[in-house]
């Protein structure tokens, strides 16, 4: 890779669309992008319309590389790439490779069989990676952020940049369903709150102007 690639690692659960819209509004910026699919569960394999393999797949301008769990990044023809997105989901077989990222993406919702793999996976990190928290489809009642953040303790692992609250959304579920059923999915109907946060992703860590960053969210929204 080269020293001027970014980097950026997704950790935990229901990430999936959170990648493929940040590739889309990168791609559109006119970055070269790779996302590698290094997760156990491989579920970018399924918004990405071919079997999975371990060769590299073009989808729309942008490289995927899926069924690479065991493969070291060192294996994978990575050179050309201004920008990596790494979905790690929480394989134990990932550590020395999240001390390449720039930012590494805590994503769970509450569900209790997300949070403590997630939990297990952070406490091994052997490094205070600069990180943002997210947490999804918060519902009413007794199970809210503050105690989900209690069982991740993400701050006490890495160096935490920024937190995200999303409740749980119908229209920003079923948009988020269709990343896996469209070949080119839209995501207009987004909540304000998500949309806040991908441009706040790409202005902060990738330091891009943000009209322009508005612009291109804006062509990536309608299938761009």
């Given at each position: ?33 790779a ?10 394999s399924?918004?990405?319309p ?7 797949l ?53 569900n ?50 920024a ?23 839209k ?38």
């Amino acid at each position: 890779m080269s020293i001027n690639t970014t980097i950026i690692g997704f950790t935990g659960f229901c990430k999936s669309d959170i990648i493929l819209y940040l590739s889309r509004i990168l791609y559109i910026f006119g970055e070269k992008i790779a996302v590698i699919d290094k997760s156990n569960e491989q579920e970018l394999s399924f918004s990405v319309p071919a079997q999975t393999s371990e060769d590299r797949l073009e989808y729309r301008g942008v490289d995927f590389y899926l069924g690479c769990q065991n493969t070291p990044l060192s294996n994978l023809p990575l050179n050309d790439y201004s920008v990596i997105l790494i979905d790690f989901g929480v394989n134990s077989e990932t550590y020395e490779e999240v001390k390449l990222l720039k930012v590494l993406f805590i994503v769970t919702d509450c569900n209790r069989h997300h949070t403590i793999p997630l939990s297990l996976w952070l406490k091994n990190l052997s490094t205070g990676i600069d990180s943002i928290r997210i947490i999804r489809d918060i519902a009413h009642g007794k199970i809210r952020p503050r105690y989900i953040d209690s069982l991740l303790q993400a701050g006490q692992f890495t160096n935490l940049l920024a937190k995200y609250e999303f409740p749980l959304n119908d229209v920003e579920y079923s948009t988020r369903l269709l990343t896996q059923y469209d070949d080119i999915f839209k995501f207009t109907k987004i909540p304000i709150d998500y949309r806040n946060m991908l441009v706040e992703c790409i202005t902060e860590i990738l330091d891009k102007d943000r009209r322009k960053t508005l612009k291109a969210l804006n062509k990536a929204q309608i299938g761009g």
